[in-house]
């Protein structure tokens, strides 16, 4: 039997255009991308030169801090082009695939069978290691700090997300070895949500199944750890998305790289909401191919509208990346009266708008504007009631915000992540960026302790 925990803090947003139907595959892209910015506190350093031939699985950059950090290619093809920005910063390493794929052989192994050093070895030679997160610092992991427990939460329930059961059919055993592998390590927790029906990820062996019954953000996995095992000053607890964790079973399963993930197209603004197969780094123009209404007044999202990032066209899927979202920019639109009618249409944390009597489970058409701007805090409990953590949201807010690093680690910045703030920042009256205020806070506290 599972373990149930419940959550009675969160807020669900429902909104038009979730994906649904069958999974299509799309055909090889002309073009891939590698980008740095999808593992957060990596400092990359490029071990490749233009015209290069890469394998798929060949080591593209390293992390300069941390060498045996790797970031490999997702295709076998030759290096197109190296794309700096201001002060030579590494932007992407653009990848001209072969029409035959070829990949680097690091051979099947049993997991089961092998050691914690092994199994890490394995996945800092395969890549893999770029794609777990450690807490502190919601960052790429080093695999020279020994975690005290590893996370996986299979529960996606920001609005528009991929759901991950959908992405499991078809490759349970994948799920399952690379759970295997990641317990050999230190202990593992699974999350699971309370509507879950998977026999893979409930009845999931080596490691510690628990449910969690609640709204947004119950599937983030820096809210698991604040309820499982909660993270103190000096110690350390990796994060996997559970995609990643498909990455490692098929790395040990077949001994090659496949970066192969399942992205929810969805969104107002896309025709036909659905899922799509394809690699990290793939053209957001290719999985957007005719499916976009209007492109001159849409926001293209890499990723969800709480946490993803803004895109176009011209750019390519994050490594993360789980959704490629589109909804109205709302630039062009002009409301009667405003403020004063009753909005039947607009979502509302509060009674302000008379769409409240429609009930709870009516899917909201919400554009990009902010409605609003920069204002004070108000301190009015609002973050509170949206994020189920055993912190005090708004404190350590202005606790970053006034760069007392004493106060941020009473108040637990040592456990969240930017994304635990999403939807706090969605309902924060004072219009405030509060993941990049968490983004910032740890990196300074990173810098400070290093």
């Given at each position: 039997?599972?373990?149930?925990?419940?959550?009675?803090?969160?807020?669900d947003?429902?909104?038009?255009?979730?994906?649904?139907?069958?999974?299509?595959?799309?055909?090889?892209?002309?073009?891939?991308?590698?980008l740095p910015?999808?593992?957060t506190?990596?400092?990359?350093?490029?071990?490749?030169?233009?015209?290069?031939?890469?394998?798929?699985?060949?080591?593209?950059?390293?992390?300069?801090?941390?060498?045996?950090?790797?970031?490999?290619?997702?295709?076998?093809?030759?290096?197109?082009?190296?794309?700096?920005?201001?002060?030579?910063?590494?932007?992407?390493?653009?990848?001209?695939?072969?029409k035959?794929?070829?990949?680097?052989?690091?051979g099947?192994?049993?997991p089961?069978?092998?050691?914690?050093?092994?199994?890490?070895?394995?996945?800092?030679?395969?890549?893999?290691?770029?794609?777990?997160?450690?807490?502190?610092?919601?960052?790429?992991?080093?695999?020279e700090?020994?975690?005290?427990a590893?996370?996986?939460?299979?529960?996606?329930d920001m609005?528009?997300?991929?759901?991950?059961?959908?992405?499991?059919k078809?490759?349970e055993?994948?799920?399952?070895?690379?759970?295997?592998?990641?317990?050999?390590i230190?202990?593992?927790?699974?999350?699971?949500?309370?509507?879950?029906?998977?026999?893979?990820?409930?009845?999931?062996?080596?490691?510690?199944?628990?449910?969690?019954?609640?709204?947004?953000?119950?599937?983030?996995?820096?809210?698991?750890?604040?309820?499982?095992?909660?993270?103190?000053?000096?110690?350390?607890?990796w994060?996997v998305?559970?995609?990643a964790?498909l990455?490692?079973?098929?790395?040990?399963?077949?001994?090659?790289?496949?970066?192969?993930?399942?992205?929810?197209?969805?969104?107002?603004?896309?025709?036909?909401?659905?899922?799509?197969?394809?690699?990290?780094?793939?053209?957001?123009?290719?999985?957007?191919?005719?499916?976009?209404?209007?492109?001159?007044?849409?926001r293209?999202?890499?990723?969800?509208?709480?946490t993803g990032?803004?895109?176009?066209?011209?750019?390519?899927?994050?490594?993360?990346?789980?959704?490629?979202?589109v909804?109205?920019?709302?630039?062009?639109?002009n409301?009667?009266?405003?403020?004063?009618?009753?909005?039947?249409?607009?979502?509302s944390?509060?009674?302000?708008?008379?769409?409240?009597?429609?009930?709870?489970?009516?899917?909201?058409n919400?554009?990009?504007?902010?409605k609003?701007?920069?204002?004070?805090?108000?301190?009015?409990?609002?973050?509170?009631?949206?994020?189920?953590?055993?912190?005090?949201?708004?404190?350590?807010?202005?606790?970053?915000?006034?760069?007392n690093?004493?106060?941020q680690?009473?108040?637990?910045?040592y456990?969240?992540?930017?994304?635990?703030?999403?939807?706090?920042?969605?309902?924060?009256?004072?219009?405030?960026?509060?993941?990049?205020?968490?983004?910032?806070?740890?990196?300074?506290l990173?810098?400070?302790?290093?």
């Open positions: 039997m599972n373990n149930v925990i419940k959550l009675r803090k969160g807020l947003i429902r909104l038009v255009g979730t994906a649904s139907g069958a999974r299509r595959k799309l055909p090889l892209s002309g073009e891939y991308a590698l910015s999808s593992f506190g990596l400092a990359p350093k490029v071990v490749v030169r233009e015209g290069d031939a890469v394998k798929a699985g060949d080591a593209v950059f390293v992390d300069k801090r941390c060498p045996s950090v790797r970031c490999v290619s997702p295709v076998s093809g030759v290096v197109k082009q190296i794309e700096r920005g201001e002060r030579r910063r590494l932007l992407s390493v653009r990848i001209s695939p072969d035959k794929q070829t990949f680097t052989d690091f099947r192994m049993n089961a069978k092998m050691t914690a050093e092994e199994i890490t070895s394995r996945l800092c030679e395969a890549g893999m290691i770029a794609f777990i997160n450690q807490l502190p610092y919601a960052v790429v992991a080093c695999p700090d020994k975690p005290k590893i996370f996986v939460s299979a529960l996606r609005p528009l997300e991929c759901d991950f059961e959908t992405e499991l078809g490759a055993a994948d799920f399952q070895t690379g759970l295997t592998a990641l317990s050999r230190a202990k593992t927790y699974l999350g699971a949500g309370s509507k879950q029906t998977a026999k893979a990820i409930l009845d999931a062996k080596d490691a510690e199944v628990n449910v969690f019954d609640g709204k947004c953000p119950a599937g983030n996995v820096g809210v698991q750890v604040n309820h499982i095992s909660p993270v103190n000053k000096g110690e350390v607890v994060t998305e559970p995609t964790v990455f490692i079973g098929r790395l040990f399963n077949t001994g090659h790289v496949d970066l192969t993930r399942t992205v929810a197209v969805a969104g107002s603004e896309v025709k036909n909401p659905c899922f799509v197969d394809c690699l990290a780094g793939t053209p957001i123009a290719d999985i957007l191919s005719g499916q976009l209404k209007d492109k001159a007044n849409s293209i999202i890499d990723g969800n509208p709480l990032k803004l895109s176009s066209t011209d750019g390519f899927l994050g490594a993360h990346t789980s959704a490629v979202c909804i109205p920019e709302g630039n062009r639109r409301e009667l009266l405003g403020w004063i009618m009753p909005r039947l249409k607009d979502f944390t509060s009674r302000s708008y008379f769409s409240w009597l429609q009930g709870k489970r009516k899917a909201y919400l554009d990009a504007r902010v609003g701007g920069e204002r004070r805090i108000i301190m009015s409990g609002e973050y509170d009631r949206v994020l189920p953590m055993d912190i005090f949201g708004e404190y350590l807010i202005k606790a970053i915000i006034s760069g690093i004493d106060r680690e009473a108040l637990g910045i456990e969240v992540a930017p994304e635990d703030f999403a939807v706090a920042e969605f309902v924060c009256s004072g219009k405030l960026e509060l993941q990049k205020i968490v983004r910032e806070g740890l990196d300074i990173r810098k400070e302790n290093a």
